[in-house]
């Protein structure tokens, strides 16, 4: 009896752990929703620059020139603030590598004016969540708990 148990214990241990991966890629993935100004200030930047690399400095210059009205709107009460391009650079910090609708932005290396950061626009769609024992190697270990009982 003891040894159903285990490996029934052993089981459900293996299917939390996957159930973490699941959750930290659907995280990873799903469009984040939390920064109201990321998410108008990415779409402005990829239309003045495109997925180049700038710095803050390089950004705040850019929103000076004529044709980019809305990065400089978007810039504007980010700007305004005490703090300015530092603010903004650790506001930049805390968005890496997210998926803030349907724009990612990363660091892609460091200069004399701070990080040097890009802005791609992300193509992938993303999956529905997967329903339990969806997936074929699930399949397979439900027939084998099932054989036990």
């Given at each position: ?38 998410s ?25 020139l004529?044709g ?24 930049f ?29 992300s ?27």
């Amino acid at each position: 009896m003891t040894a159903l148990a285990d490996l029934l214990l052993e089981e459900v241990r293996a299917m939390r752990r996957e159930l973490a991966e699941f959750r930290a890629e659907a995280r990873a993935h799903a469009p984040h929703r939390g920064d109201p100004l990321m998410s108008v200030l990415l779409p402005a930047i990829v239309g003045a620059i495109g997925d180049r690399v700038f710095s803050l400095v390089d950004l705040a210059a850019m929103g000076t020139l004529p044709g980019n009205e809305a990065l400089a709107r978007s810039l504007a009460p980010l700007l305004g603030t005490a703090g300015g391009l530092r603010s903004l650079g650790r506001r930049f910090a805390r968005c890496v590598g997210q998926n803030i609708n349907g724009h990612t932005l990363l660091r892609v290396g460091d200069c004399r004016d701070g990080g040097l950061w890009q802005v791609r626009v992300s193509t992938r769609e993303l999956a529905p969540p997967i329903a339990p024992f969806a997936r074929e190697r699930d399949a397979v270990r439900t027939f084998n708990l099932r054989k036990i009982k």
